[in-house]
């Protein structure tokens, strides 16, 4: 227990730390949020706010996973999922790089970002299946069973992978919004390690190095809310938005509860519908299911502030991380 608070204590006062002088810093090189018109109106006055931020998530996150995990597994359990969190973030860069250096507004090509994700979650995948420290079989919710995929783990995980870090991409939509709700997550899963060991029967050392990751996850989150809050001093953008994803995802994945996440995640999964929902509308009925997608938009266009937005999701996922706790028997 007393490893999970230091690890997130200093992950909370490494990014209250660095935070006054990454921002700064991203002023200086200009790297400013570029507003598209169509959204919420609300958003107009966001431009130019220093963007990027998420190069200290990322940083904070991976730094004090690894200098906190344990040394049973930290080459071949904290390492490769540190790793996965990095090269998630790096896609996220790449994005945000291209739209704020290179002024194109939409980043990077979306097949282009497909394929890169996918690969990475391809490797990760791979990575879990064929390790002999990382138990594959699924802990499914509210039982005592273990779900055997087999074979068709890898293609799973993948899915399971991509799903979850672009949900996550798409809640980074106001301030405050992710890291409030993955604030809410990782602090559920920390909780869920610490208490849970025994239900879930995976090993010592993955257990105490995915609590040292989550705990890492939670005082990063509380400490970018400091400044992500509104009105944002700071955006995390893409590489924040990619790097929080993909930790939640390693953590829940190399756990075994990647059947939790449409729980624990509940946010996320609501995002993700929500916008193809709009798409499917748009195709099959030609008009708009929601005044704009994903749900956080259309909620903010029919006059909900931002601060209430973000207080509903943090609350809906704190009452589902409740149930989570619940859930793992």
Not at 39 to 49: D, E, I
Not at 77 to 98: E, H, K, N, S
Request: with cysteine.
């Amino acid at each position: 227990m007393m490893r999970m608070i230091f690890t997130l204590l200093t992950a909370f006062i490494a990014t209250l730390a660095i935070a006054p002088i990454i921002i700064p810093w991203l002023k200086k090189l200009r790297f400013g949020q570029n507003v598209r018109t169509f959204g919420p109106k609300g958003h107009l006055k966001k431009q130019g706010v220093p963007t990027m931020g998420g190069i200290m998530i990322t940083g904070v996150i991976v730094l004090c996973a690894l200098a906190f995990s344990y040394a049973q597994g930290r080459l071949t359990i904290m390492a490769p999922a540190a790793a996965f969190v990095t090269l998630g973030a790096g896609i996220g860069f790449l994005d945000d790089y291209i739209k704020v250096v290179r002024h194109r507004s939409l980043g990077l090509r979306a097949r282009d970002k497909t394929w890169m994700l996918l690969l990475i979650c391809a490797a990760f995948a791979a990575y879990a299946y064929y390790s002999p420290h990382i138990d594959t079989r699924l802990y499914v919710p509210f039982t005592d069973w273990k779900l055997d995929l087999g074979v068709w783990y890898i293609p799973f995980a993948v899915f399971v992978a991509y799903a979850t870090i672009n949900s996550a991409n798409l809640l980074d939509g106001a301030d405050g919004l992710l890291s409030g709700v993955t604030l809410v997550i990782a602090a559920a899963l920390s909780l869920v390690f610490l208490f849970g060991q025994a239900q879930l029967g995976q090993t010592d050392a993955v257990y105490g190095n995915m609590m040292v990751l989550s705990a890492a996850t939670t005082g990063a989150c509380l400490g970018f809310l400091v400044f992500n809050k509104f009105p944002a001093k700071v955006i995390m953008g893409d590489t924040g938005s990619f790097a929080l994803g993909s930790a939640v995802l390693a953590i829940m994945s190399l756990s075994g509860m990647s059947l939790f996440i449409p729980l624990l995640c509940v946010m996320y999964v609501v995002t993700a519908l929500s916008d193809i929902l709009q798409a499917l509308s748009y195709k099959l009925r030609h008009r708009p299911m929601f005044r704009m997608a994903p749900l956080h938009h259309h909620l903010e266009m029919g006059g909900m502030r931002e601060t209430k937005i973000v207080a509903l999701y943090m609350a809906v996922t704190a009452v589902f991380a409740v149930v989570t706790l619940f859930a793992v028997r």
